[in-house]
């Protein structure tokens, strides 16, 4: 990793000014409102190419108006060093950088990654509340929507599974920031031309190209296979995400019409509708009784199995009991012996 003796404003002027004009309009699209110095948007960098090119462009877009973070998982030995390398990039392109010591609190049990991406989320929302900003920027893009695209369908997920990720979401439930992607119409190799544009080499993680990760074996595929293009893919996963949206839309509705609320309990008539709309009725009803999100997968398609078969079932603290309207209440607690 390093950055070119060029000068300081010759980082940013390296980026052409449509490419500049494309940037300001994803950024719209996605976001709705162009950031301020009173209001920045906040950046979240790793160091690597897709990241360094976020910033590039936002410093670009935006000037005044960028601030940029770093957290440090703590999980590599040369992670201090990567968070110090873009300090000094931010140092030289005038943009505040602060680096996010890790929690190894939160680092404990389960999936390594999956804990390791909810540690970072939560930091880059506390930073950005304390920084003022209304938006924290990531930088994932089209090749990441292909690659997800493809892990979830090897494990047959469903419609929510396959669907793109969003391009703007809260970053925290009930925290009014905002999480936004703006980059996910670039390619990972138009990113990759405008940081080498700017004379930066990135940082190089090696675990991305590790053998031993899912994510690093799809890479590969994708790149040794011309018949399965990364924006074709994308594009796929873009048209799942409108037709899940539109299934949100008439979930909303069967809500209103066939739930009936009363205190903790709920009552749901499922009749005449298709299998889809009944597992999303469903899980609407068990979050609203237990309110925390249910299991999906086989513990919810066992649940609906047991309950159209005339049987009382529980899942995930929450009773379902049979009849014309299914009726959810909370399980009543385990006796002790």
Not at 156 to 185: D, F, K, N, Q, S
Request: hydrophobic letters at 50%; a positive charge.
């Amino acid at each position: 990793m390093r950055i070119s003796a060029a000068s300081d404003a010759s980082l940013i002027d390296a980026i052409a000014g449509a490419t500049v004009a494309r940037f300001l309009a994803d950024w719209r699209a996605t976001a709705g409102q162009t950031p301020s110095a009173e209001a920045p948007v906040g950046v979240a960098v790793s160091g690597g190419t897709d990241s360094l090119a976020l910033l590039l462009l936002a410093r670009a877009a935006f000037p005044g108006a960028v601030v940029a973070a770093t957290v440090d998982h703590g999980l590599r030995a040369e992670s201090a060093d990567e968070a110090a390398f873009v300090g000094m990039l931010c140092t030289r392109i005038g943009v505040p950088h602060a680096v996010l010591p890790p929690r190894p609190d939160m680092l404990a049990g389960g999936n390594l990654q999956d804990r390791a991406r909810a540690m970072r989320y939560r930091c880059l929302a506390d930073w950005a509340t304390a920084a003022g900003a209304p938006w924290v920027a990531v930088a994932h893009q089209q090749d990441d929507l292909a690659e997800t695209f493809l892990l979830r369908a090897r494990r047959g997920a469903g419609l929510g599974g396959l669907a793109a990720m969003l391009p703007r979401r809260r970053l925290r439930t009930g925290a009014p920031t905002l999480l936004v992607r703006p980059l996910l119409g670039w390619s990972r190799a138009e990113l990759a031309a405008l940081v080498d544009a700017a004379g930066i080499q990135p940082v190089d993680d090696p675990s991305n190209r590790h053998p031993r990760f899912d994510r690093s074996r799809v890479r590969r595929l994708l790149a040794e296979t011309p018949e399965l293009p990364p924006s074709r893919l994308a594009l796929a996963a873009a048209n799942l995400r409108d037709a899940a949206a539109a299934l949100d839309w008439v979930i909303d509705r069967e809500w209103l019409a066939r739930a009936e609320i009363q205190g903790s309990k709920v009552a749901l008539d499922l009749a005449e509708l298709p299998g889809e709309l009944r597992r999303r009725l469903v899980v609407r009803a068990l979050k609203t009784v237990a309110d925390a999100p249910p299991p999906r997968g086989s513990g919810l398609d066992r649940l609906i199995a047991a309950v159209d078969a005339g049987k009382v079932a529980t899942l995930a603290g929450v009773v379902v009991r049979p009849g014309p309207r299914w009726r959810f209440a909370p399980a009543p607690p385990h006796r002790s012996p």
